[in-house]
């Protein structure tokens, strides 16, 4: 089974797809400057939620990308179900590949996504033209939360993580300073662990005579054994609101 397919399963029961909540969403598109009128563009959107939350308190319009066939559907829908279809569109495709204008949104965002162009200082690179002159961005990021993180799983890792100091040195040598933090708790990662958790065994118990349950079950155990062994630990998530350097 392909790891979008099992991706589909794990959170077909969910909304927002990071380990946050919507009142840590709606306060980062506040200190983003999001209002009437404001122009967004959102890479790896997933379902939408994001968009939506922002669209309905803050009246803006845009464009999410995300790769996942059944993600953008379930964005449509969304938009399309709260009256916001006419103001943002769902484009299914590439993130990295897709042609926006230059200098034609307020606000880029790629919360939790950042794999989409291959890292943290990459996501800064790839959105920063998207934006108009003096333009927020908005990131959702893991992070190290020491140095001091077993080598058996970070060397596991297919993404390069960082320590919160990197990031922030980061932003800084791509002309951004980081004005606001919105920090995931532990109830946060419980919430977004447990939902997955939710759709995968709703599914097993659904599929007793499937070929691939076997596949969903171990994704199910590697899923919940690398949550209790590493990531509580050792990994941590925040939404970064930057800002252009003006000094």
């Not at 934006?131 to 961005?137: F, L, P, R, S």
């Not at 662990?193 to 659904?206: H, V």
Request: aromatic share 14%.
């Amino acid at each position: 089974m392909h790891f979008f397919d099992l991706k589909d399963i794990a959170e077909r029961y969910m909304e927002l797809l990071n380990p946050s909540s919507s009142e840590k969403v709606l306060k980062a598109g506040e200190i983003a400057g999001l209002g009437k009128g404001s122009r967004v563009i959102e890479f790896g959107c997933g379902f939408g939620e994001i968009l939506s939350l922002w669209g309905t308190a803050y009246g803006i319009s845009g464009v999410g990308i995300d790769i996942r066939q059944y993600a953008c559907d379930r964005a449509k829908k969304k938009m399309k179900d709260r009256g916001l279809d006419s103001s943002i569109e769902i484009v299914c495709g590439k993130g990295e590949e897709y042609d926006f204008k230059k200098g034609s949104y307020d606000v880029a965002a790629c919360i939790g996504s950042s794999f989409v162009f291959g890292g943290y200082r990459e996501t800064i690179r790839g959105m920063k033209s998207a934006t108009v002159d003096g333009g927020n961005m908005v990131i959702g990021e893991a992070y190290w939360k020491s140095g001091l993180v077993p080598s058996e799983y970070a060397r596991g890792e297919s993404y390069d993580f960082h320590t919160e100091l990197k990031l922030w040195q980061i932003t800084r040598e791509e002309g951004f300073d980081i004005q606001y933090i919105l920090r995931a708790s532990l109830d946060d990662w419980d919430r977004y662990m447990s939902d997955n958790w939710y759709g995968l065994t709703r599914w097993i118990k659904e599929n007793p005579g499937h070929p691939e349950r076997g596949q969903v079950i171990d994704f199910l155990h590697q899923d919940q054994e690398e949550y209790f062994r590493y990531i509580r630990e050792y990994l941590n998530w925040a939404i970064y609101v930057l800002v252009p350097v003006s000094y």
